[in-house]
């Protein structure tokens, strides 16, 4: 199980978010086949992770681990130029081939497949790379709103997959943040328990490390017979965005006024 992870106060901009991770096995699986990380990158990007191995098929927890994995550093090594949903998503892209080769090698892990819900927070601004039915929620004003599309058909069968095609389609966003906005990442074993009012309930208005703990919670007791996997997200102070470009801006990149000569 890994337990909750909570940031402290960290240099330059990340002060502004806090983050706390809870995975749990639950009380009928006897393993984890969930997975999640975060990692802080270039000193200035906020990273979280959360994947659910695809029950059914061998080694899902190997899956799932290398998805959450392979995409953390797999961003860090991208070109720092990019812009950061391109970065997220080639990153989440490169966990799906590292997971499809290492099962095409080893016939024990033949199939092995993973949902991946990846979330990049720099300068105020939200970047997203989805597959798969875990979820991404902003909390807002006392509202839970999903912002990602479950790839599945009824209640079990996935659509979408990392891992199980060489290239997987991947569904990116991004939209600004506000302080105080909540973001929640997690596996289909607590959405499935729970309303999207107990999650806006249980995570607007806690500190992430408590919320991770009262979402988890609360699936338990409404009966869960999956793993349970929950990242939280708060913006706690004012974010920082990059300066809109001006007409006057644009019309001197036009014409390359102030181009060193």
Same mark, same amino acid.
């Given at each position: 199980?890994?337990?909750?992870?909570?940031?402290?106060?960290?240099?330059?901009?990340?002060?502004?978010?806090?983050?706390?991770?809870?995975?749990? #096995?639950?009380?009928?699986?006897?393993?984890?086949?969930?997975?999640?990380?975060?990692?802080?990158?270039?000193?200035?990007?906020?990273?979280?992770?959360? +994947?659910?191995?695809?029950?059914?098929?061998?080694?899902?927890?190997?899956?799932?681990? *290398?998805?959450?994995?392979?995409?953390?550093?797999?961003?860090?090594?991208? /070109?720092?130029? *990019? !812009?950061?949903?391109?970065?997220?998503?080639?990153?989440?892209?490169?966990?799906?081939?590292?997971?499809?080769?290492?099962?095409?090698?080893?016939?024990?892990?033949?199939?092995?497949?993973?949902?991946?819900? +990846?979330?990049?927070?720099?300068?105020?601004?939200?970047?997203?790379?989805?597959?798969?039915?875990?979820?991404?929620?902003?909390?807002?004003?006392?509202?839970?709103?999903? $912002?990602?599309?479950?790839?599945?058909?009824? #209640?079990? *069968?996935?659509?979408?997959?990392?891992? !199980?095609?060489?290239?997987?389609?991947?569904? #990116?966003?991004?939209?600004? $943040? /506000?302080?105080? /906005?909540?973001?929640?990442?997690?596996?289909?074993?607590?959405?499935? *328990?729970?309303?999207?009012?107990?999650?806006?309930?249980?995570?607007?208005?806690?500190?992430?490390? +408590?919320?991770?703990?009262?979402?988890?919670?609360?699936?338990?007791?409404?009966? +869960?017979?999956?793993?349970?996997?929950?990242?939280?997200?708060?913006?706690?102070?004012?974010?920082?965005?990059?300066?809109?470009?001006?007409?006057?801006? #644009?019309? !001197? !990149? $036009?014409?390359?006024?102030?181009?060193?000569?």
């Amino acid at each position: 199980m890994i337990e909750p992870e909570a940031t402290g106060p960290a240099p330059e901009r990340q002060s502004d978010v806090r983050v706390a991770l809870l995975s749990d #096995k639950g009380p009928v699986r006897t393993a984890n086949e969930d997975c999640c990380g975060h990692r802080i990158a270039d000193s200035a990007t906020t990273l979280v992770v959360v +994947a659910d191995g695809v029950s059914g098929y061998l080694a899902a927890d190997v899956a799932s681990q *290398m998805a959450v994995e392979v995409t953390l550093e797999a961003y860090e090594r991208q /070109d720092a130029s *990019m !812009r950061v949903e391109a970065r997220l998503a080639r990153a989440a892209q490169e966990a799906n081939i590292a997971i499809y080769d290492r099962a095409m090698v080893v016939p024990e892990l033949r199939g092995m497949a993973t949902t991946l819900t +990846a979330v990049a927070i720099s300068d105020g601004q939200l970047a997203a790379a989805h597959v798969g039915d875990s979820r991404l929620y902003l909390v807002r004003d006392g509202r839970a709103l999903q $912002l990602t599309k479950d790839h599945r058909s009824g #209640k079990v *069968m996935l659509t979408r997959s990392v891992g !199980r095609e060489l290239i997987v389609a991947i569904d #990116k966003l991004t939209r600004p $943040l /506000d302080p105080d /906005d909540v973001l929640v990442l997690c596996t289909d074993g607590l959405h499935n *328990m729970i309303s999207d009012g107990d999650i806006a309930r249980l995570a607007g208005g806690a500190e992430p490390e +408590a919320a991770c703990r009262a979402l988890v919670d609360a699936g338990l007791a409404a009966g +869960a017979d999956d793993n349970l996997t929950v990242a939280v997200v708060r913006v706690v102070g004012g974010v920082a965005r990059p300066r809109a470009a001006t007409l006057g801006d #644009k019309l !001197r !990149r $036009l014409v390359g006024v102030g181009r060193a000569r």
